[in-house]
């Protein structure tokens, strides 16, 4: 064979060699150009569906001496003493005790002197999440009252920074211990008395609110610890 023969031939070897060396990077470059853009798409693409947080709370650990009481038809948990220690004789300790009845949850003394619906309780209620606390109180239990006479104020009884609250105050300051003695300018069931008495509302849970009657003395959360209270442990869930 030819010399001319010989380099044309060569010649072409290095063309086909480059040819698929060239064409190999060109794949993998539109390769990874299509990765990069789909990647892209679908952090844009609405549909994506992405990790979202539990919209129910976890079930609380509750304390050996304690009860967990749960309303599934209301939405609310609580957990309080299983029992109080009598003041004057240690040895006899009184039973602590639940009633649910219709939208309210009772927690009192077993006492046969004492009724359920005597004790404390927690109430609940529906609302439009759009609409504030104040706002909520003002539709469902000042309709018909003057501004004059009653008004709603924000910010008071005990909470956190997920807790809204809320007392019906007397304008006039006409408040008695009986709130069924004051003049019956405002709804004596949900104003304010010399006792704790509020509405609240978990921002994370905007279409339900509570109101607590409490009064003047308090019932533990957990038993032999006289300074925790079974309201601070409600929560709501779904």
Same mark, same amino acid.
């Given at each position: 064979?030819?010399?001319?023969?010989?380099?044309?031939? @060569? @010649?072409?070897?290095?063309?086909? /060699? =480059?040819?698929?060396?060239?064409?190999?990077?060109? %794949?993998?470059?539109?390769?990874?150009?299509?990765?990069?853009?789909?990647?892209?798409?679908?952090?844009?693409?609405?549909?994506?569906?992405?990790?979202?947080?539990?919209?129910?709370?976890?079930?609380? $650990?509750?304390?050996?001496?304690?009860?967990?009481?749960?309303?599934?038809?209301?939405?609310?948990?609580?957990?309080?003493?299983?029992?109080?220690?009598?003041?004057?004789?240690?040895?006899?300790?009184?039973? /602590?005790?639940? @009633?649910?009845?219709?939208?309210?949850?009772?927690?009192?003394?077993?006492?046969?002197?004492? #009724?359920?619906?005597?004790?404390?309780?927690?109430?609940?209620?529906?609302?439009? #999440?759009? /609409?504030? %606390?104040?706002?909520?109180?003002?539709?469902?239990?000042?309709?018909?009252?003057?501004?004059?006479? &009653?008004?709603?104020?924000?910010?008071?009884?005990?909470?956190?920074?997920?807790?809204?609250?809320?007392?019906?105050?007397?304008?006039?300051?006409? %408040?008695?211990?009986?709130?069924?003695?004051?003049?019956?300018? &405002?709804?004596?069931?949900?104003?304010?008395?010399?006792? /704790?008495?509020?509405?609240?509302?978990?921002?994370?849970?905007?279409?339900?609110?509570?109101?607590?009657?409490?009064?003047?003395?308090?019932?533990?959360?957990?038993?032999? $610890?006289?300074?925790? =209270?079974?309201?601070?442990?409600?929560?709501?869930?779904?």
């Amino acid at each position: 064979m030819q010399k001319g023969s010989m380099a044309i031939l @060569l @010649l072409v070897g290095v063309l086909i /060699i =480059a040819g698929i060396v060239g064409g190999v990077y060109y %794949l993998g470059l539109q390769k990874n150009t299509n990765t990069r853009l789909e990647t892209k798409n679908s952090l844009n693409d609405t549909n994506v569906v992405l990790p979202q947080a539990k919209q129910e709370s976890q079930q609380p $650990k509750v304390p050996s001496g304690s009860v967990l009481f749960e309303s599934k038809k209301l939405g609310i948990r609580l957990f309080h003493a299983k029992s109080l220690d009598d003041i004057t004789e240690k040895q006899d300790r009184i039973e /602590i005790k639940t @009633l649910e009845r219709g939208n309210k949850i009772y927690v009192y003394q077993d006492l046969e002197v004492f #009724r359920p619906e005597d004790g404390q309780y927690v109430e609940v209620f529906e609302k439009d #999440r759009k /609409i504030s %606390l104040k706002e909520a109180i003002e539709q469902q239990f000042l309709k018909g009252y003057s501004a004059n006479d &009653c008004y709603v104020e924000e910010g008071t009884g005990i909470g956190s920074d997920n807790v809204l609250t809320a007392t019906i105050r007397y304008t006039k300051g006409l %408040l008695n211990e009986d709130p069924s003695s004051s003049p019956n300018i &405002c709804p004596t069931d949900y104003a304010e008395t010399m006792g /704790i008495r509020y509405f609240f509302m978990f921002k994370n849970y905007p279409s339900k609110f509570g109101f607590l009657s409490i009064g003047h003395y308090s019932l533990p959360a957990e038993s032999g $610890k006289d300074m925790s =209270a079974w309201q601070e442990t409600i929560e709501f869930f779904d």
